[in-house]
Nanobody, 128 residues
Framework: QAQVAESGGGLVQPGGSLRLSCAASGFTLGYYAIGWFRQAPGKGREGVSCIDSTGGGSRTMYVDSVKGRFTISRDDAEKKVYLQMNSLKPEDTGVYYC???????????????????WGQGTQVTVSS
């Protein structure tokens, strides 16, 4: 059964860093794009970053609000995808999820339609 599980969240001060991990099981990670999404309190889920499948070229993409601060990467041998988050801001607060999609990210930025399965999420809180 295909599953993903997020970890690495926590409480961090503005300007700090966190590295989130998405562990994949039950499927061959290299064939899949992986997206990172977040949901802030009282708001809908939004895409943050995505990386195409290894076979698809591993192209990375970011929404404007995180460009230059977040870096997505994948290690297919370890079956993990990472999201390195630097220069964190209070508006980055939310529950972060990862999810899969066959080969290409496509339109990842708008809620994650077409992605799945989804993990339980990991809480990121940026506050002083």
């Amino acid at each position: 059964q295909a599953q993903v599980a997020e970890s690495g969240g926590g409480l961090v001060q503005p300007g700090g860093s966190l590295r989130l991990s998405c562990a994949a099981s039950g499927f061959t990670l290299g064939y899949y794009a992986i997206g990172w999404f977040r949901q802030a309190p009282g708001k809908g889920r939004e895409g943050v970053s995505c990386i195409d499948s290894t076979g698809g070229g591993s192209r990375t993409m970011y929404v404007d609000s995180v460009k230059g601060r977040f870096t997505i990467s994948r290690d297919d041998a370890e079956k993990k995808v990472y999201l390195q988050m630097n220069s964190l801001k209070p508006e980055d607060t939310g529950v972060y999820y990862c999810a899969t999609k066959t080969y290409y990210c496509g339109d990842y930025a708008h809620g994650g339609a077409g992605f799945g399965p989804w993990g339980q999420g990991t809480q990121v809180t940026v506050s002083s």
